[in-house]
């Protein structure tokens, strides 16, 4: 079985700060892990994916994230935070054709 | 492609009613994702279909809920009898098997239900 533990469900950022979402997964198999946003009241929508090869993956806005097998982990960072990336932000891991979902992490971002 | 396209956007029902939720996938794709999401319980995966055949409904709660998928293009959730726990936002999602094991979902903007 596959799952991930995202750790902090809530951080908030100053504008132009760096953002880091810290995400674990644990799997039987090589994972496939995504980030998703979900600004509010919309859908979740893909940031950025790792399947294979390289480890460090570049998103959508600025995001990336970076495959650490040793670690177990998937961080998702930005260099400097704006105002629209407050949202919440959702990792997940792919065991086959399902997605299973962290708890999330809302971001807020202090002017 | 217009997206996945949920609708009602928001329901409000009286407990005891039944619910239909309904759901248009991205022409071409072959699976198809319920998902529930609460504040209690995050993003739970009900049921999803490959070719309009429920694969997993494991995650589906009780028997007051179904689901349905008569053809490639649309996919109904139904709650009968509906109760006030059942209030949270329902997302669909699809994405195409093709890529095994590389599965990327698009979800739709979700229904958000409350049950009086």
């Known amino acids: 079985a596959q799952s991930v533990t995202q750790l902090g469900s809530h951080v908030s950022v100053s504008e132009g700060a760096l953002v880091l979402l810290r995400c674990n997964y644990s799997?039987?198999?090589?994972?496939?892990l995504f980030w998703y946003v979900q600004y509010p009241n919309q859908g979740l929508q893909l940031l950025l994916k790792?399947?294979?090869?390289?480890?460090l993956v570049k998103g959508i806005n600025g995001f990336e994230a970076e495959f650490k097998k040793s670690e177990t982990s998937f961080h998702l960072t930005k260099p400097s935070a704006h105002m629209s990336d407050a949202a919440e932000y959702f990792c997940?891991?792919?065991?086959?054709?399902?997605?299973?979902f962290g708890a999330g992490t809302t971001v807020t971002v202090r002017a | 492609d217009a997206g996945v396209i949920q609708s009602p956007r928001h329901e409000v029902t009286e407990m005891g009613q039944e619910v239909t939720l309904r759901c248009k996938p991205i022409?071409?794709?072959?699976?198809l994702f319920w998902y529930r999401q609460t504040m209690m319980r995050g993003l739970e995966l009900l049921i999803y279909?490959?070719?309009?055949?429920?694969?997993?409904d494991s995650g589906m709660p009780e028997d007051r809920f179904s689901a349905k998928m008569p053809n490639a293009s649309f996919s109904t959730l139904k709650i009968q009898p509906s109760e006030p726990r059942d209030s949270a936002v329902y997302f669909c999602?699809?994405?195409?098997?093709?890529?095994?094991?590389?599965?990327?979902?698009?979800f739709g903007q979700g229904t958000r239900l409350t049950v009086v």
């Open positions: 799997s039987s198999v090589p994972p496939y």
């Open positions: 999602a699809s994405s195409t098997g093709q890529t095994l094991m590389n599965t990327e979902a698009f």
């Open positions: 997940a891991v792919s065991g086959g054709y399902k997605l299973s």
């Open positions: 022409s071409g794709h072959d699976y």
């Open positions: 790792y399947t294979t090869g390289a480890t």
């Open positions: 279909f490959n070719n309009n055949v429920p694969i997993d």
